[in-house]
Every structure is written in C-alpha cells, then in structure tokens.
C-alpha cells in the first residue's frame, strides 16, 4: 500500500508538469484540476519550508515530507497560510511560488463539520454557578452525532466534562465554577463523529464569569504556533501571561516555557499522539482585566487568495473540494481556480 501511495504521488506529479506551463490549456477545467491536485499532492520547495520562518517557499506545495499516504498535509505549510498568524504568507507570495501567471486561486482549510455553541442558563448551586450549554453539530445543515469532551478555563481552574449529541446533533452540557473565582471564562468544546473519530470540530465560547463580558480573543496577545513552538506576542507592556495550556480531544498539559522576552514568550507544543484538533490557551491579566486567549494549531478555519465572489461575469471558476489529513485529523479542503485577477 505504501509503494501505492508513493507511485500515486509521483505519477501525479509527472502528470501535472505540463499544465503548469503550458499556456495552450489555460481554459480547461483538467488543467485546474490536476493545479488543485499538483498543490496538495507536492511538498513544494524547499520541501519543509512551513518550518522556515525566514523563507518564501520557491515552490507550491502543502504536503507533508516523506508522507506515506496521498492528501496528507504539513501542519505549518497550512499554518503559515493563515493571516493572523506572524509568519503568515501573502497571496502574491503563494502566486508566485505556484509559477503559474495565468491563474488566480483561492485556498480555504476548514473542519469536516460545523459546531454551534449556546448558552442556555446559569444558576447558583451551593458555592457554584452553574452554566448550561446547547452544543449542536452540523455537516452541511444535517445533524451529526458525535462525541464530545469540553473544557472549561478560568484563570488556573480548568474542568473537563465529557457528553455526546444525540441522532438530532444536539446535546446538552452542564458545567460548574466556583463563586470564589471571577474574570474570563473559556469553553472548549471538541466533538469526534461516531462514525470516525478522525472526523472533529471544535468550538469556542469566551463569557465572563462574576465579571464583564469579555473582550474579543487576540486583544491581549497574538498567538503564533509554529513548528510545535507557541509564539506569544504580548500587544501592552501591562499583560502578564499566569498559564500556557494546549488541549486535545483527550489531553490536556501546561506548556513549558522555551524562551522569554519584553513582549514575547515563546513555549514548547507537545507532539501529542491524537486524531484530534489542538488548540493552545494563554490565560493572565492586563492590568485588573482577566483575559483568556486561544488559538488553533494547525491554525484552522483560514482562506486566503483571490476574491472569486467579485469574477467577471460568465468567467469560469473551477472549484474542487478533498479531504485531507494534519496530524492525524481530517479537514476539507477547497480551492477555487479561474483567471488571473487584478488582485495578484
């Protein structure tokens, strides 16, 4: 299977090689294919420049090195993708490293499935506040059943509840915080399909526990993972940072401390072995304000590249959806093809 796969790849490959160049098919929906393919099937050049922060890569491609397996991608190629991230690509750098300068193209990276968080109702039981949740989890409007394992943060508390969604996709979770604590409250929710558990999502919910509503997430801190270190640029002079935390399906752990400056502090990711999303949590206070911040590594919903929605009209756009693999999740992946637009 192995020998398989790795034929798959490179055949592929060869395959693709005049469609990069060859101007003559530069209207034909194959071409666009095997462009979509070409991206996610090679590991671009250098081949592991998702981890070389100081490098634009010459060459297009989010597969991960010495994959045995077709559709498996990089974890930090897809990461650098994203904007929010500080060592983000733009577009024009993604073009140019493609080679192809008659095609516009758009990349979006997503969850199988969506998940939807409401709060329903809070009371006070004994020396807590309870909060009761609705979690609803959807794949392209059908319900899903699913289970699910959340996680509420405030300060250094954290509580793990494990529940599911019934047939109808809906399921309900109760969670309780001490009264003695206040400021932001962070609920993670991860959710695994029951048919597969490498099928997940994740959801998020910031409120404000005995305090105001929080501000929004990013305010404080700007959370960079890459290559299994978090880098945290602190935005004020004023933030103290009290707990680093990366959470998983079925784990939860501190995270080290790598080094440490003025404004920024950079921790070490575990390579934890999980067929689970992962997000990292930075829980401290900006002067009396509590705040707790999160981010997704791979750092996941993202899309960039041309804006397809504002096409000439009757110009064609290709688009090819997959499904494809980060460190051992599946995630859809879609790419939209169509001619050079002005925004390259």
């Given at each position: 299977?192995?020998?398989?796969?790795?034929?798959?790849?490179?055949?592929?490959?060869?395959?693709?090689?005049?469609?990069?160049?060859?101007?003559?098919?530069?209207?034909?929906?194959?071409?666009?294919?095997?462009?979509?393919?070409?991206?996610?099937?090679?590991?671009?050049?250098?081949?592991?420049?998702?981890?070389?922060?100081?490098?634009?890569?010459?060459?297009?491609?989010?597969?991960?090195?010495?994959?045995?397996?077709?559709?498996?991608?990089?974890?930090?190629?897809?990461?650098?993708?994203?904007?929010?991230?500080?060592?983000?690509?733009?577009?024009?750098?993604?073009?140019?490293?493609?080679?192809?300068?008659?095609?516009?193209?758009?990349?979006?990276?997503?969850?199988?499935?969506?998940?939807?968080?409401?709060?329903?109702?809070?009371?006070?039981?004994?020396?807590?506040?309870?909060?009761?949740?609705?979690?609803?989890?959807?794949?392209?409007?059908?319900?899903?059943?699913?289970?699910?394992?959340?996680?509420?943060?405030?300060?250094?508390?954290?509580?793990?509840?494990?529940?599911?969604?019934?047939?109808?996709?809906?399921?309900?979770?109760?969670?309780?915080?001490?009264d003695s604590l206040s400021g932001?409250?962070?609920?993670?929710?991860?959710?695994?399909?029951?048919?597969?558990?490498?099928?997940?999502?994740?959801?998020?919910?910031?409120?404000?526990?005995?305090?105001?509503?929080?501000?929004?997430?990013?305010?404080?801190?700007?959370?960079?993972?890459?290559?299994?270190?978090?880098k945290a640029s602190l935005n004020?002079?004023?933030?103290?940072?009290?707990?680093?935390?990366?959470?998983?399906?079925?784990?939860?752990?501190?995270?080290?401390?790598?080094?440490?400056?003025?404004?920024?502090?950079?921790?070490?990711?575990?390579?934890?072995?999980?067929?689970?999303?992962?997000?990292?949590?930075?829980?401290?206070?900006?002067?009396?304000?509590?705040?707790?911040?999160?981010?997704?590594?791979?750092?996941?919903?993202?899309?960039?590249?041309?804006?397809?929605?504002?096409?000439?009209?009757?110009?064609?756009?290709?688009?090819?959806?997959?499904?494809?693999?980060?460190?051992?999740?599946?995630?859809?992946?879609?790419?939209?093809?169509?001619?050079?637009?002005?925004?390259?």
């Amino acid at each position: 299977m192995i020998i398989l796969a790795l034929s798959s790849i490179v055949g592929t490959t060869k395959l693709m090689t005049p469609y990069l160049t060859d101007l003559a098919h530069r209207d034909d929906v194959d071409r666009f294919q095997f462009l979509a393919s070409h991206l996610l099937l090679t590991t671009g050049t250098p081949t592991n420049w998702g981890q070389l922060v100081s490098t634009s890569p010459r060459g297009l491609g989010l597969a991960k090195c010495d994959s045995l397996q077709p559709y498996e991608l990089d974890i930090d190629k897809v990461t650098r993708l994203n904007n929010e991230n500080i060592y983000s690509l733009d577009y024009s750098e993604l073009w140019q490293a493609l080679g192809v300068k008659d095609a516009s193209f758009q990349i979006e990276v997503k969850p199988l499935f969506q998940l939807s968080i409401e709060l329903v109702s809070n009371s006070t039981q004994g020396s807590q506040r309870v909060y009761q949740f609705e979690v609803a989890a959807r794949k392209s409007g059908v319900p899903l059943s699913t289970n699910l394992n959340s996680y509420v943060i405030v300060k250094d508390f954290v509580n793990e509840t494990a529940s599911s969604t019934s047939s109808d996709g809906v399921g309900t979770i109760n969670i309780g915080i001490p009264d003695s604590l206040s400021g932001t409250a962070l609920f993670l929710v991860f959710a695994q399909a029951t048919v597969n558990p490498q099928m997940g999502s994740l959801g998020v919910y910031s409120f404000g526990h005995n305090s105001q509503s929080p501000l929004p997430n990013g305010t404080f801190t700007r959370l960079s993972p890459l290559d299994f270190i978090l880098k945290a640029s602190l935005n004020y002079a004023t933030v103290e940072v009290s707990k680093a935390q990366v959470f998983t399906f079925n784990h939860n752990f501190s995270l080290s401390v790598k080094t440490q400056g003025a404004r920024t502090i950079e921790y070490n990711i575990p390579r934890l072995l999980d067929t689970s999303l992962m997000v990292t949590v930075l829980t401290g206070v900006n002067e009396s304000t509590s705040f707790a911040e999160f981010v997704s590594y791979p750092q996941v919903p993202l899309q960039i590249g041309a804006d397809f929605s504002e096409s000439i009209a009757g110009s064609r756009v290709a688009v090819y959806r997959y499904t494809a693999t980060i460190n051992s999740a599946l995630y859809e992946v879609v790419t939209k093809w169509g001619g050079l637009s002005d925004d390259v």
